[in-house]
């Protein structure tokens, strides 16, 4: 199983961009899938999850700009970014908790880089 990323980019305070992470390989079935992201110096940090069911959770410093969504059919989690901020710059890494033919059950993707700059 291998999670691919991509999306990330640079973009002006103000703009947009549009993750994607698609999931491939053997998979019976996927629960949460989330983005997390890391700046230089800090630790990694949750963005947002999706569980199955199509709950989600935020961390505060996105909630009203930022949006998870999944296609179940595709295996893909996107994260809808608006309004970006300097602040939002980092590398975005994908997560699912996946349920395939080996005991391994957390899979991350390899990171997209986000850059939000004028």
């Known amino acids: 199983v291998q999670l691919q990323a991509s999306g990330g980019g640079l973009v002006q305070p103000g703009g947009s961009l549009r993750l994607s992470c698609a999931a491939s390989?053997?998979?019976?079935?996927?629960?949460?899938m989330g983005w997390y992201r890391q700046a230089p110096g800090n630790q990694r940090e949750l963005v947002a999850n999706?569980?199955?069911?199509?709950?989600?959770n935020y961390a505060d410093s996105v909630k009203g700009r930022f949006t998870i969504s999944r296609d179940n059919a595709k295996n893909t989690v996107y994260l809808q970014m608006n309004s970006l901020k300097p602040e939002d710059t980092a590398v975005y890494y994908c997560?699912?908790?996946?349920?395939?033919?080996?005991?391994?059950?957390?899979?991350w993707g390899q990171g997209t880089l986000v850059t939000v700059s004028s």
């Open positions: 997560k699912a908790l996946i349920i395939t033919t080996t005991p391994k059950y957390e899979y």
């Open positions: 390989g053997t998979i019976f079935r996927i629960n949460n």
């Open positions: 999706i569980i199955s069911g199509g709950s989600t």
